[in-house]
């Protein structure tokens, strides 16, 4: 970039309607419900969108871990599966594209920063970042159908998000 330049936005590099970027947001937070609730270390309060101009985040996922040795493993589970629900839509839906990926890497920030908090050794976090990604192909599907729900209510807690996904197993 040279001197003067503006730097895009991730919005604008997204380049989504209003409705793709809140199924994109609501699909983030869902799926990080989702992989949260599949260690079975965690009850899910609720996903709630936030969507609002200059809002420091966009949605919310309220996650009550069980406090013992998994804690660490179910959280680094937790914090990649938002991202890697959003690229899984994205690519099932057609709209991925290296620049999406890059702006959805970035819009994530929190989460690697929290992953990056944890101190979990590389090997930890690359098993984490695996069983992740596992659960949200398995559970695209009911990802998508809650992260719907979430777009049209605003709020949705972990036992409608449960109940949708045992409607696939």
């Given at each position: 970039?040279?001197?003067?330049e503006r730097q895009q936005t991730i919005g604008e590099v997204l ?143 972990g036992q409608e998000i449960c109940d ?6």
């Open positions: 970039m040279t001197r003067g380049a989504f309607t209003d409705v793709q970027y809140r199924v994109y947001t609501a699909v983030h937070e869902v799926g990080h419900a989702v992989t949260a609730l599949s260690t079975g270390n965690c009850s899910v309060d609720a996903c709630e969108l936030t969507i609002a101009p200059g809002a420091a985040t966009d949605g919310r996922t309220d996650i009550f871990w069980v406090p013992d040795h998994t804690a660490q493993r179910t959280q680094l589970i937790f914090l990649h599966g938002g991202l890697l629900a959003q690229e899984q839509w994205m690519s099932e839906t057609g709209l991925w594209t290296p620049e999406r990926s890059w702006a959805a890497r970035s819009g994530a920030r929190h989460d690697f920063a929290a992953i990056q908090k944890l101190a979990a050794h590389e090997s930890t976090v690359r098993k984490a970042y695996d069983d992740s990604r596992e659960v949200v192909v398995l559970n695209c599907r009911g990802i998508v159908e809650a992260a719907q729900l979430l777009c049209d209510a605003g709020r949705i807690t949708l996904l045992n409607k696939y197993t």
